[in-house]
């Protein structure tokens, strides 16, 4: 019924930009928050960045002043644009997004299927 699909990840050097995009799609009623999250090798999934429907973002402290993330609530999507990039941002990069479904009474999480960054040193 939701689908959310990533884009834009790709090969970039050391502080170089990239931005990721996600769009939702299907019987969508309301999306609350948009987060992305990230993968490396050998290690956990972590929170990246959150931005909730009213706007509010936070960010992990290791990318908090190079990663921004917004949204467009008009098209279902959230963007994670990303300067300054760093050999250790290397990771694979989720969308996940809150959403409550038409004729649903509850939201639930729904993830991408996740886009690969590699940052080159």
């Known amino acids: 019924q939701v689908q959310l699909v990533e884009s834009g990840g790709g090969l970039v050097q050391a502080g170089g930009s990239l931005r990721l995009s996600c769009a939702a799609s299907?019987?969508?009623?309301?999306?609350?928050?948009m987060d992305w999250y990230r993968q490396a090798p050998g290690k956990q999934r972590e929170l990246v960045a959150s931005?909730?429907?009213?706007?509010?973002?936070i960010y992990a402290d290791s990318v908090e002043g190079r990663f921004t993330i917004s949204r467009d609530n008009a098209k279902n999507t959230v963007y994670l644009q990303m300067n300054s990039l760093k050999p250790e941002d290397t990771a694979v990069y989720y969308c996940?997004?809150?959403?409550?479904?038409?004729?649903?009474?509850?939201?639930?999480?729904?993830w991408g299927q996740g886009t690969q960054l590699t940052v080159s040193s």
């Open positions: 996940n997004a809150r959403i409550r479904v038409v004729g649903g009474v509850r939201s639930f999480d729904y």
């Open positions: 299907g019987s969508i009623f309301s999306i609350n928050y």
């Open positions: 931005v909730s429907s009213g706007g509010t973002t």
